[in-house]
Structures are given as C-alpha cells and as structure tokens.
C-alpha cells in the first residue's frame, strides 16, 4: 500500500498519516522529520543537506529525492508506506515517479485533503508545539496541559513564529501556486481523489479507509 497524502498547512494531513500508520502498519514518511533524522545521524546525504540549510538555502530536489531512496529502501517500507506533504512541485513528482519505476513500485494511490482557507487559519492560529520534541497540540486532538508542558518530554509548549495570520496567508499562496500543478499531474492517473477534512477526525480516516478498501477490491 503505495500512499501519498496532499494539502494544504493545516488540513489535517499529519494526524491522518498517523493513524493510516497505525491501521495498516505501514510508516508515515514526512520529508521535514527524514530531513532531520539525516543530519541527526550524519548520513551523507544528511550532512550535504545540512551544509546547504547552515547557509540558508533550500535542499535540493536531488537530495530530497534521494533521502526518500534512502527511507522507502528500509525493512519497514516492504509492505508500503505513506508520503506526508511530498511532493510539492512537478519536479518532485516526476523525480518521485521515476523512484518507484526503478524500485519497481506500483502505482501510489493519491489522496488530497481540503479545508476552506478561514478554517485553516483557525487551526493554526490555535496550534501550538513542544519546543523541545516538536510534538504538535491543538484544542481538540490533542489540548495543551494546565501546566504548559509536554507530557512526553517535559518540553515548554509555545506557538512557532510562522503560526501568525500574515504568515498563513503566504504559506496557503505559496502551496496553491506550487501544487496546482502537481494536482494536475496527479489527476492524469486513476487513483486521484479529494476528500473534505473540515470533519471530524473519525469521519475523514473512515473516507480514507473507504478509498483504500475500494482501490484494492478493483486491483
């Protein structure tokens, strides 16, 4: 089970990845946490990618594409696995396509998430993160303790400084120029569907679960 989860900031992709993950036993793979582990571990690839972001640049499609060459050769990944937020251009789609030929992959099923954009703000806007894990607290799957701290490490909680309205509003332009095309390349393919997330939590994964099930009784 070959996935990939598009959507915006905010539509709720990461939650779902998770719990896909835990229901199907197959692991979330989100290029920002890869990216991390890589420089953590000092891989080559790792410390390349961390020399260009010391200098304030964006890694490139190459080192990104071969992170994921990297994470999806791994034991865990021999049943499938779960793209969070990749691709986002067309140069990554097609990099991406290329991958699973070579590995001999089957096709991904895609799967896009959409909320209208006054909700997303609402979401982010209230959104805070452990500083010290990075682990992600909201008013309704997962509110922030009485005391301001993370249970799992002990971590102070606070709002990262890109989870401002302005801020929000470039993020959300920025996604819809880049991805738009790469909905379009998707598309071309039989296994494209957009979902509504501004549901509950159960009400979007029972969908997922739906699309899954339907796309492996026609396979």
Do not use: H, W
């Given at each position: 089970m070959y996935i990939i989860l598009f959507g915006a900031p905010g539509v709720g992709k990461g939650t779902q990845a998770k719990l896909i993950s835990q229901k199907y036993n197959i692991p979330q793979i989100s290029t920002g946490d890869m990216l991390r582990e890589a420089i953590r571990q000092r891989t080559e690839l790792g410390k390349k990618a961390e020399a260009i972001i010391a200098r304030g640049e964006l890694v490139s499609d190459d080192?990104?594409?071969?992170?994921?060459?990297?994470?999806?050769?791994?034991?865990?990944?021999?049943?499938?696995?779960?793209?969070?937020?990749?691709?986002?251009?067309?140069?990554?789609?097609?990099?991406?396509?290329?991958?699973?030929?070579e590995k001999k992959l089957p096709q991904p099923i895609c799967i896009e998430i959409v909320v209208p954009e006054n909700v997303i703000i609402k979401r982010l806007t209230s959104r805070r993160i452990c500083e010290k894990c990075g682990a992600i607290f909201d008013p309704v799957v997962n509110p922030i303790p009485p005391d301001n701290k993370c249970a799992k490490c002990g971590g102070r909680i606070v709002q990262r400084e890109d989870d401002n309205e302005e801020t929000i509003h470039k993020r959300l332009q920025v996604y819809h120029e880049q991805t738009a095309p790469v909905r379009d390349y998707y598309r071309k393919v039989d296994?494209?569907?957009?979902?509504?997330?501004?549901?509950?939590?159960?009400?979007?994964?029972?969908?997922?679960e739906d699309i899954l099930t339907s796309v492996f009784q026609q396979a």
């Open positions: 080192i990104m594409l071969g992170l994921i060459s990297e994470r999806i050769s791994q034991p865990d990944c021999k049943n499938g696995f779960i793209l969070d937020g990749f691709p986002r251009t067309i140069a990554q789609a097609e990099g991406l396509e290329k991958l699973f030929k296994k494209f569907y957009t979902i509504d997330g501004n549901r509950p939590i159960e009400q979007v994964l029972k969908e997922i």
